[in-house]
């Protein structure tokens, strides 16, 4: 078969050439452990609004706000809302947590500021998440069943790799033990020479099927596949992992979620993972639903650190706590609040120095300017913090940015390198 | 600075190879069709010299010369062309007749942009280039095209065409008249699809594939019907439920009038393409379908003739008079027009006070207009001047790009209620924007029926075709139709776009042929399964990589769904996968608590939550692959086995006590018979991948026989585990073949051609 185009195949299905391709080309050596950072993107669909949140105002004739100037808190150098179950989440993370305010995301249509905030790219159609960028660069070569895992939000890949979902974790284990019946070890399938033989067989003709297969769309569907049967049987480890069954079971919506996130990056099967709360588009009685999602989301965010730390993973999880963009500073007839560009991200993980706020808006939640060199904040609004620009920087912090994948999928208009993390 | 190598190589040849003329032809070897010159030229030239002002959102957005990005409109291209076009012959006859787009671009009359081309610069060049051609458009000589996309593909048997379009469609393995049919003479798959498209089970695929665009039948019941309207919508409610019996029978009520509301939308569509209705019916049907159960929620079960009152899957057309009431006012009568007048469509897209039908908007023009609303303005929403505006939505470009199109439309909705129910409209519609479409407005008159006249404007409209051709294309390989790139700095522009025109002009050629065959969707559904480019498979040499990037669009390379695995391995075996007595994956959705073990596993969708078919395979969906394929070898080949030689579905030319050495002619022909009806391939029986198979037999057979004399009771036994028995008749594997076959079978069942049709 060609040897260039088999080698990109395996490059775009997430796995390296680990054994001969007359063995199997699609195995990768069992060996081979992840011992990098996790990338977790935890998405608030719909448009959270950052003043209830990590760049509040207080009730001024500019901006409504169900609280006073007067009444905002700090944690550390961060200021906040003092509603909802923020006072836990930012004392709990002051010290980890970065603040980006200021955002000028400069969209207010759902698709396209989710593709932006996802990606970095605002016209990317095609352009994969960073999540995704960072589990296919991540998981060459280890051939993992859940290198991407997605629960909502954009979750683009680019045919870097698959994305996968795991709704339900209760035949987890039969699946991963796919030569037993019932997977049962006690109860094979085939004996073990036959399931060998069986298995040696099959990877022959994967590989000359998909050296003889030259159309790129079959060829690279055919390789993913190859790939998906080859990685399952890993599946099995993730229940090692995950909380006893009273409390998985208790457990809903994202917080369930980010119990069987951690646990795949605790087993070593997941590299990235997309995590969402919804309910953020809230055009109508703006307070009490916008602060009833906020809620959800900071407690999830604080689940999902207490499993990362139960697992021993928490100094290896990068976490970006994004939206596509804010609401607006006034109230609409009825009590809602509309789209608004302006927004603010938030980070934490390893190389991310906190108790930091970078970026700012004025009173009436307008992105100010901002001085590169300085980093801070200026009233020139010549350049302001685009998505683009923290992306650019996300990839350094992880050591992506010069990566072949980076590269074909370059972000635009790098018209500066800003460090936001270190 | 961008380079426009198309333009310049071809520029030489098209200003001499071509006649004045007005028909245009597709590109010769010397000649490049005014069309395509607009489109890879012209149009990427105005994207980076023009489209910065002159977008909906842009600066210069009061001129009238707009150009829109792709993502938005399917037709992006045509509307640029047009309105370039337009300004192109407008002449200023103070400067020497010169067309004013060109005067404009190059400051020679007041421009507000200033100069954006240089004289004699290549963009300078390829707008005069333009306007030459808009002045004489060019016919080139038909000689064909230069490199033929095709080239070089390689596209399905006859039989193939016809063993997917039986799997996809019919559920069913294609039958020996059929094979014999299509050996005989390829033009009888035209036949054989039309009876295909008569079958019962085509419409089960049918009403799937629309529900993953519609996502209408796992939510909802008859209280998606207003109660005013409809008194007895819950009649399923005042039955009694003293006992057992009554509750049970209360449950199946309740069951079956849900199942009448949540078909409802997908059963209008069976409806239209059964009896060859016209398609636009989707939008102006003056009927809404009922079973028996929800006939009686509707209050008119008595004037309905249905076959059979007890049956859940009976639909009819209904026309509702007036809501079931008599003397009602004209106004609060209940109009019809298709899904728009559907309580159970507008009740799964539901709105809110705030939203004001406008997500149920997004919903109407994506699905039966091609338009993405949320595309419309990729760029630009500066917060600094919104606060400019007292009603931004309304007069502030960056905001009205969208609020055009979507809040006259959804003013149009204003019969229903945010929940879904038809409340008549009675005058407290107080928005910023008037009701209408493509900027005309409701007449006065037809306020009451105001979706009604909605549907008849989009039903005309000529994005409605290709609309459905797009949505035909997504049934039948779960994937959008590609969106024009938007990057022209990027190296691989020109094979995108090239890819983009490809693709769209056969969705315009399928276009046509639907409109002609007065909208008869099955006309789209043949187009497709003939189309060059479901058909391909492969191609002779690897390609390039600015080939293999415009080859995207060739060939079908999508994950089955669950849903038609099921139906696959039912044709295969004859039987369900069951694990545990469940079904492992269920084909009938109609319930949604009957979708079976590992359903969403393998890229099942609620319809609710999970809306979007990930349709690539990932480490979950090849467990369950892995596991399927030893469990179905295991439960299928004993009992093939058990059954009477001449019954027999799998080993029609073996025995259980076969041995290679003597057997071989009947194992190897078993083996070409199981490739055909597994995998659909066709070998002859001394082709190399039956030696394979042979061989892998023989050495398990070999091994089971001398594990059995070794250990007996070992590992190696005779005795076969219990799923993997043929019944009480055949529980031992004395030779070991049982085994052996096994193993064959599990390794057809993991190929990729099982999962991917």
């Known amino acids: ?422 | 600075m961008r380079h426009y190598p198309f333009f310049f190589a071809t520029l030489l040849v098209v200003l001499t190879g071509c006649v004045s003329g007005s028909i245009e032809t597709e590109e010769t070897e010397e000649c490049v069709s005014d069309a395509l010159f607009f489109n890879r030229t012209v149009n990427t030239m105005m994207d980076e010299s023009c489209a910065g002002c002159h977008a909906a959102t842009g600066v210069a957005s009061g001129t009238g010369f707009i150009l829109n990005a792709s993502g938005g409109y399917a037709d992006y291209l045509q509307r640029n062309r047009s309105v370039s076009q337009t300004w192109a012959k407008q002449k200023n006859q103070d400067f020497d007749n010169k067309s004013q787009l060109l005067l404009k671009a190059t400051a020679g009359i007041e421009h507000g942009g200033g100069k954006v081309l240089e004289k004699g610069s290549d963009r300078e060049k390829i707008l005069t280039e333009f306007i030459s051609r808009v002045d004489k458009p060019r016919v080139c000589k038909t000689k064909g095209p230069k490199v033929p996309f095709l080239e070089g593909v390689q596209f399905q048997t006859p039989y193939a065409q016809l063993r997917r379009a039986t799997i996809l469609l019919g559920g069913r393995l294609p039958t020996s008249k059929e094979i014999q049919a299509v050996d005989k003479d390829p033009q009888a798959l035209d036949g054989i699809y039309d009876d295909l498209m008569k079958e019962d089970a085509f419409y089960d695929y049918l009403e799937r594939g629309w529900n993953d665009i519609l996502h209408t039948r796992n939510e909802g019941d008859s209280g998606v019907l207003d109660p005013e309207t409809f008194p007895d919508r819950n009649w399923v409610g005042d039955l009694p439920e003293d006992t057992e019996e009554q509750r049970d029978y209360k449950n199946l009520m309740g069951r079956n009038t849900r199942l009448g509301f949540r078909q409802s939308p997908v059963k209008l569509i069976t409806h239209l393409v059964k009896n060859e209705k016209p398609f636009t019916e989707v939008l102006t049907a003056p009927y809404v379908m009922v079973n028996p159960f929800s006939a009686k929620s509707y209050g008119i079960a008595d004037q309905v003739d249905f076959k059979d009152d007890n049956d859940p899957d009976e639909f009819l057309p209904v026309t509702l008079p007036g809501g079931g009431r008599t003397g009602i006012p004209e106004e609060e009568n209940y109009y019809h027009a298709g899904l728009l007048s559907s309580s159970m469509f507008w009740s799964r897209w539901e709105s809110t006070a705030t939203n004001l039908n406008r997500a149920r908007t997004r919903v109407f023009y994506k699905i039966f207009l091609d338009t993405n609303i949320l595309e419309l303005a990729p760029r630009a929403a500066d917060a600094d001047k919104v606060v400019e505006y007292i009603n931004p939505i309304v007069d502030f470009n960056q905001c009205n790009v969208c609020h055009i199109p979507m809040d006259p439309v959804a003013a149009l909705l204003q019969n229903f209620d945010n929940q879904g129910h038809r409340r008549p409209f009675r005058g407290e519609w107080d928005k910023s924007y008037s009701a209408g479409f493509n900027g005309t407005l409701l007449p006065a008159s037809r306020a009451a029926d105001s979706e009604r006249w909605l549907g008849e404007q989009a039903a005309a409209d000529r994005r409605f075709p290709t609309a459905m051709v797009s949505n035909a294309y997504f049934i039948l390989t779960g994937r959008d139709r590609v969106i024009a790139p938007t990057d022209s700095t990027k190296p691989d522009f020109n094979q995108l776009q090239h890819a983009f025109e490809q693709q769209q002009a056969e969705i315009n050629r399928i276009s046509e042929r639907f409109v002609e065959s007065d909208y008869n969707f099955k006309v789209v559904i043949k187009e497709w399964l003939n189309s060059p480019l479901f058909t391909a498979v492969n191609i002779e040499k690897l390609p390039e990589d600015d080939r293999a990037t415009e080859l995207e669009i060739v060939g079908m390379a999508s994950l089955i769904t669950p849903e038609d695995l099921a139906r696959k391995i039912f044709a295969v075996f004859e039987s369900d996968w069951k694990v545990s007595s469940r079904n492992a994956i269920s084909e009938d959705l109609k319930y949604e608590t009957n979708r079976g073990t590992f359903y969403f596993l393998f890229d099942g969708i609620d319809s609710v939550e999970t809306t979007r078919r990930l349709k690539t395979p990932n480490g979950v969906s090849g467990a369950v692959m892995n596991v399927m394929a030893n469990d179905l070898a295991c439960r299928n080949v004993a009992k093939d086995f058990a059954r009477p030689k001449g019954e027999r579905i799998l080993f029609p030319f073996v025995e259980t006590d076969s041995f290679i050495s003597d057997k071989e002619t009947e194992i190897r022909q078993n083996i070409v018979h199981l490739y055909q009806r597994i995998l659909g391939k066709r070998y002859k029986n001394n082709d190399p991948e039956i030696d394979e198979l042979v061989d892998l037999w023989g050495k398990i057979q070999q091994d089971g026989l001398i594990g059995m004399a070794r250990e007996g009771e070992g590992k190696y036994t005779n005795r076969l585990e219990s799923p993997c028995r043929g019944g009480d008749d055949l529980s031992i594997d004395e030779f070991y073949t049982i085994r052996s076959w096994n193993a064959v079978v599990a390794y057809m069942l993991s190929d990729f051609s099982f999962f991917y049709e």
């Open chain 1, 1 to 422: 078969m060609d040897r260039r185009n088999f080698m990109k195949l395996v490059g775009l299905s997430g796995l390296a050439l680990a054994t001969p391709v007359a063995s199997d080309a699609f195995a990768a050596e069992d060996n081979k452990v992840y011992k990098g950072n996790f990338f977790i993107a935890f998405v608030a669909n719909g448009g959270w609004d950052v003043c209830n949140l990590c760049d509040p105002k207080g009730q001024s004739e500019g901006v409504d706000q169900a609280f006073a100037t007067g009444d905002i808190l700090t944690a550390g150098k961060i200021k906040y809302a003092p509603i909802g179950a923020n006072e836990s989440f930012f004392k709990k993370f002051k010290d980890d947590l970065l603040v980006i305010n200021g955002i000028d995301t400069i969209t207010n249509g759902h698709s396209t500021g989710s593709r932006y905030a996802g990606t970095g790219q605002l016209t990317g159609r095609g352009y994969p998440t960073f999540a995704a960028l960072f589990a296919a660069k991540k998981s060459e070569g280890l051939g993992l069943p859940l290198a991407y895992l997605s629960y909502g939000g954009y979750s683009a890949t680019g045919n870097l790799l698959p994305v996968s979902r795991l709704g339900s974790t209760a035949s987890i284990e039969r699946l991963g033990e796919s030569d037993f019946e019932g997977g049962n070890l006690d109860r094979p399938y085939l004996s073990e020479f036959g399931t060998k033989a069986l298995a040696e067989l099959r990877a022959k003709r994967r590989s000359t099927q998909l050296g003889r297969q030259n159309l790129p769309k079959i060829n690279r569907e055919m390789g993913t596949l190859f790939a998906a049967q080859l990685s399952a049987s890993k599946l099995k480890k993730i229940s090692e992992y995950l909380p006893n069954d009273e409390e998985l079971n208790s457990l809903r919506g994202a917080k369930r979620s980010a119990a069987v996130v951690m646990a795949a990056c605790k087993a070593g099967l997941c590299i990235s993972a997309n995590l969402s709360v919804g309910g953020f588009d809230t055009h109508g009685d703006h307070e009490n639903r916008q602060n009833d999602r906020l809620t959800e989301y900071t407690e999830t965010v604080e689940y999902l650190m207490e499993r990362a730390e139960a697992l021993g993973i928490r100094d290896r999880v990068v976490l970006m706590m994004a939206s596509e963009f804010s609401r607006t500073p006034k109230y609409n007839d009825d009590q809602g609040k509309d789209h608004w560009p302006v927004a603010s991200m938030m980070f934490m993980g390893p190389g991310i120095k906190g108790n930091r706020v970078i970026g700012a808006t004025d009173e009436n939640h307008q992105a100010k300017g901002f001085d590169p060199a300085k980093m801070k904040p200026i009233d020139d609004k010549t350049l302001r913090i685009r998505p683009h620009h923290i992306h650019n920087s996300l990839r350094r912090l992880t050591g992506i940015d010069a990566s072949d994948e980076a590269v074909k999928f370059v972000l635009q208009e790098p018209e500066i390198e800003i460090d936001f993390f270190s």
